[in-house]
């Protein structure tokens, strides 16, 4: 019975060490920002890497930003939806990091993607889904290159 205890609590040492782990997520290629203005994904690469703590609140931040490009592009989710889950990530990826970062940044990026990402959710190039990982016309009845 003492050797079940000891495993029980071995594992929950190792699970406990594997959470507080670092996220392995790449800076290289940076997703936030609009692919059709080039000039906005180098200003929020400047920008959270200049506002938020290390490479790893930024690399966090990239996840939330393919994911949110991902999540337009299957059109899986509303756009709303999509948003949403956004937001969530990027307030969940820097509530430990500093006002700047947390407050200003991820707020004015929400507000951002919830403002202008119509064109963005209504079409995605071929191009632009195989840079964030998707087979080309892997969402619904190819609503891209549709033009409104």
């Known amino acids: 019975m003492r050797s079940l205890e000891l495993t029980v609590v071995a594992l929950c040492v190792h699970l406990m060490t594997l959470r507080a782990q670092p996220y392995p ?3 290289e290629p940076w997703h ?11 200003i929020s690469r400047k920008l959270f890497g200049f506002g938020c703590r290390a490479d790893l609140t930024a690399a966090r931040i990239n996840q939330c930003c393919l994911s949110h490009d991902r999540c337009y592009c299957t059109l899986s989710e509303s756009r709303f939806n999509c948003d949403r889950t956004f937001c ?3 307030r969940s990826v820097t509530q430990d990091d500093n006002f ?5 940044l991820m707020e004015s990026t929400c507000f951002l993607a919830s403002k ?7 079409e995605c190039s071929a191009d632009f889904l195989s840079r964030i990982g998707l087979p080309p016309r892997a969402g619904v009845l190819g609503r891209w290159n549709r033009r409104r």
Request: proline share 3%; hydrophobic share 30%.
């Open 25 to 27: 997520v790449s800076l």
């Open 116 to 122: 202008f990402g119509d064109s963005p959710y209504q």
């Open 88 to 90: 969530d990530c990027l």
């Open 100 to 104: 700047f970062c947390r407050v200003i």
């Open 32 to 42: 936030c920002g609009t692919d059709s203005y080039s000039f906005s994904s180098a």
